[in-house]
Structure formats: C-alpha cells, structure tokens
C-alpha cells in the first residue's frame, strides 16, 4: 500500500487511534478502585480536620476511624433533590459541603457550625484550582483559621450573613479577602451563603 495514499493515512491514524484509546480504557479500569480508595482517603482526612477531631497518627485508618467513631452522615430530601450533611455525635456540630465556581475552576469544601447554625467552626476544602500563591491561598491555615468564631448573622440578607473582604469588624461576621485574590475571595463569599441559605431552609423543614 502507497503510504502517502489517502487509503493509508485513514487506516494508520483509525490503528493509532483505537490503538491508544484501547490503552486509556484499560488504564482507567485497572485504576478506577485506586482513585475511589485515595478520594475516600482525602474526604476522610478534610472531614476529620475540618470538625478538628483527635486521630491516632496521620494514617489513612487514623482518620477513618476518627470520622466513622464521631461522625454521622445525613441525607436530607427536598423538591431540588437529597443534599448530605454530617453531624457530630458528641459536640452537635453540623458539616455543610459547599461548591461553586471560582475564578479559575471549581470550588468544593466543607464549612462546619456550631449545632444552632449561629457560628462557624472550622472551614476545610476539598478540591480548588485557583492559582498558586494567590487564590490557592485559601486552603492556608490563616486563612481557614480566621474563619473560627465568626458569627452567621442570619438577620443579614442573604449575600452578606457571611463576609469576606471589606466590612465592619464589629459585626463578627467578616473575614479578610486574601491579598491579590479578589475574585477568588469574592466567589469563596458567594458560595457560602448561597450554601448557607439553601442548606438552612432545606434542615429546617427536614425538621418539622
């Protein structure tokens, strides 16, 4: 066969292209328990550091064991579908997932309250992708700890019961946007209240 033909340049890239498609699809089947094993191991470790549980070392079993000895996990069902939540069976601590976009992609993490839903606890992420050494920032320990103690001011509108960026201190309810990352910090701020609204009208009526 002419390999400049028509003919051959369409069956060798049809080869080469089943050929590596093949490959992709056994890799992915080989690997597809491994990637559900290491992304139950990481929602393990956020969730125990978010509800800031004592483990046993550092393992991957230490924090297992902290989320399956303390944590509960509940599903709520309402007209937009079934949200999870989790709650802590000592302290009455709630653990809310949160997601949305960012200003490069998304964003998912878990913001914990105290059992009334009137302060924040702790602030953990699951996965961003915002840029390093701006707003990737906000995974940081300073900035996950200025959260700690914050006040909801569910008397607020919606959009402000939580602020992060510029804002009156004495309100309780603010936090500081991280430098450079304005955007990054402003979406942060959208997605949790937009969480916390949602989350709130849903537990409530769960409750009744």
Known sequence: MNRESPGYILFFITAVSLFFGLLISVVNYATVDILKKNEAMHKNRVIARAFM??????????????????????????????????????????GIIFSGTGFWDRITGIIVLSGDLETVRNIQFLEQKETPGLGARIEEKGFTDSFKGITVKWGNSPEKRIIIGPGDNAAGNRVDAITGATQTSASLMNMLNIELESFRNVYQVGRE
Request: charged share 35%; no cysteine; hydrophobic share 25%.
């Open 53 to 94: 549980l004592e483990t046993e070392g550092s393992s991957p079993l230490s924090y297992e064991k902290a989320v399956s000895d303390k944590i509960e996990e509940h599903k709520l069902v309402s007209a937009g579908g079934e949200r999870i939540y989790y709650k802590n069976r000592d302290t009455g601590e709630i």
